[in-house]
């Protein structure tokens, strides 16, 4: 089991930075892919961004440039810096780990984080 465990949310002006954390814990052998994926009000679920326990990062088109994955995996944790955020950004931002041996799929609660003026 892991348990995953979200901080950094918050309000935010437009134009202005977050940086959200997601720190896994529990009994597994090691986990591959750790993201953060976005759920807007009516809207369906979406990736922000993945990135492998080698560096390998993924990121929705609509943050390219501004958003940056990172991880510590001594740690097992990730990291996303969100700079120029926007309105549209506006949205719970939820931590994704995914294990391996068993390949399992583990989600955190979740932080809110809303981009307004």
């Known amino acids: 089991q892991v348990q995953l465990v979200e901080s950094g949310g918050g309000l935010v002006q437009p134009g202005g930075s977050l940086r959200l954390s997601c720190a896994a814990s529990?009994?597994?052998?090691?986990?591959?892919?750790m993201g953060w994926y976005r759920q807007a009000p009516g809207k369906e679920r979406e990736l922000v961004a993945t990135?492998?326990?080698?560096?390998?990062?993924n990121y929705a088109d609509s943050v390219k440039g501004r958003f940056t994955i990172s991880r510590d995996n001594a740690k097992n944790t990730v990291y996303l810096q969100m700079n120029s955020l926007k309105p549209e950004d506006t949205a719970v931002y939820v931590c994704n780990a995914k294990t391996v041996l068993p390949t399992q799929n583990y989600w955190g609660q979740g932080t809110q984080v809303t981009v307004s003026s």
């Open positions: 529990g009994t597994f052998f090691r986990i591959n892919v």
């Open positions: 990135i492998t326990s080698g560096g390998w990062t």
